[in-house]
Nanobody, 127 residues
Framework: QVQLVESGGGLVQAGGSLRLSCAVS????????MGWFRQAPGKEREFVSA????????YYADSVKGRFTISRDNAKNTVYLEMNSLKPEDTVVYYC????????????????????WGQGTQVTVSS
């Protein structure tokens, strides 16, 4: 049974930083495509970032490019999202997602392409 467990959310002032972690169990982590999405109440889940398992290619939404960094540690079965220069509009619930099918560039930012999801972690940025 695949499980994804996020941690690291919390309250931070604008301009501050947080690092989210997502620990994966139940399947070979090193072959998974990993993504981070976020969702505000009443809105669709929004792509934030993703990292492939081949070559560790990374992808970012324009809204976070230059501020967020995704990385993975295959030895720890964990993917990270380092978030810097946080803004109040980054205040939402963040979810990690995993899939073991090869996702192309056109699919990697689409939430429905991922089969496994964590429970979410709240990030709140105060102004």
């Amino acid at each position: 049974q695949v499980q994804l467990v996020e941690s690291g959310g919390g309250l931070v002032q604008a301009g501050g930083s947080l690092r989210l972690s997502c620990a994966v169990s139940g399947r070979t982590f090193s072959t998974a495509v990993m993504g981070w999405f976020r969702q505000a109440p009443g809105k669709e889940r929004e792509f934030v970032s993703a990292i492939s398992w081949i070559g560790h290619t990374t992808y970012y939404a324009d809204s976070v490019k230059g501020r967020f960094t995704i990385s993975r540690d295959n030895a720890k079965n964990t993917v990270y999202l380092e978030m810097n220069s946080l803004k109040p509009e980054d205040t939402v619930v963040y979810y990690c997602a995993a899939d073991w099918e090869p996702l192309g560039v056109m699919d990697i930012g689409i939430a429905s392409r991922y089969d496994y999801w964590g429970q979410g972690t709240q990030v709140t940025v105060s102004s």
